[in-house]
T-cell receptor, first 112, second 113 residues
Framework: TQLLEQSPQFLSIQEGENLTVYCNSS?????LQWYRQEPGEGPVLLVT?????EVKKLKRLTFQFGDARKDSSLHITAAQPGDTGLYLC????????????FGKGTKLTVNP | KAGVTQTPRYLIKTRGQQVTLSCSPI?????VSWYQQTPGQGLQFLFE???????NKGNFPGRFSGRQFSNSRSEMNVSTLELGDSALYLC????????????FGSGTRLTVV
């Protein structure tokens, strides 16, 4: 069973459209991170959210952490081709062995 | 400030062989984590080293091993390669706590034929 479920798995949209991707779990996390990975490269950290209900903005990207700290969303406004990539959420496992686990990601394609 | 460097970028090996991958973390970072990324499974945690000690381990067979040197550089080794080991192997470094976020290298693409 995947600890972090991301949806949708694939998303293909036109330039200028808005979109939201989701990261859900049945577990509570102390914090959650979002990464973007481009083909042939490693993931790059976009943001870390820590407080339940927290909203962070990074230019056209808006990240929200659920009130119960079990889920998160990423909203992109007026998507551009440069936003194309694999969006990954990640969280630290609880209890004993601390490690960062990842969802399988949402593969976003923004067409010109 | 130099990023995380992984070598080699690409590698082709034959079943049954062994392979060693290298990772140089960001200067000052003492934690190095290794992940295997495949289209079907996503990023799967292999292990983490901190100050030359393995601190965490994922659910991979004993064929997968690693080590960290006193300068924080890390290597991972896969023995008796199988076709299913074909993947992108990613190394990530951090100051020491996963909550600070990781800086990843560009990965080593391993193909087993």
């Amino acid at each position: 069973t995947q600890l972090l479920e991301q949806s949708p798995q694939f998303l293909s949209i036109q330039e200028g459209e808005n979109l939201t991707v989701y990261c859900n779990s049945s577990s509570v996390f102390s914090s959650l991170q979002w990464y973007r990975q481009e083909p042939g490269e490693g993931p790059v950290l976009l943001v870390t959210v820590v407080t339940g209900g927290e909203v962070k903005k990074l230019k056209r990207l808006t990240f929200q952490f659920g009130d119960a700290r079990k889920d998160s969303s990423l909203h992109i406004t007026a998507a551009q081709p440069g936003d194309t990539g694999l969006y990954l959420c990640a969280a630290i496992t609880q209890g004993g062995s601390e490690k960062l686990v990842f969802g399988k990601g949402t593969k976003l394609t923004v067409n010109p | 400030k130099a990023g995380v460097t992984q070598t080699p970028r690409y590698l082709i090996k034959t079943r049954g062989q062994q392979v060693t991958l290298s990772c140089s973390p960001i200067s000052g970072h003492r934690s190095v984590s290794w992940y295997q990324q495949t289209p079907g499974q996503g990023l799967q945690f292999l292990f983490e080293y901190f100050s030359e000690t393995q601190r965490n381990k994922g659910n991979f067979p004993g064929r997968f091993s690693g080590r960290q040197f006193s300068n924080s550089r890390s290597e991972m080794n896969v023995s008796t390669l199988e076709l299913g080991d074909s993947a992108l192997y990613l190394c990530a470094s951090s100051l020491g706590w996963a909550g600070n976020g990781y800086t990843f290298g560009s990965g080593t693409r391993l193909t087993v034929v």
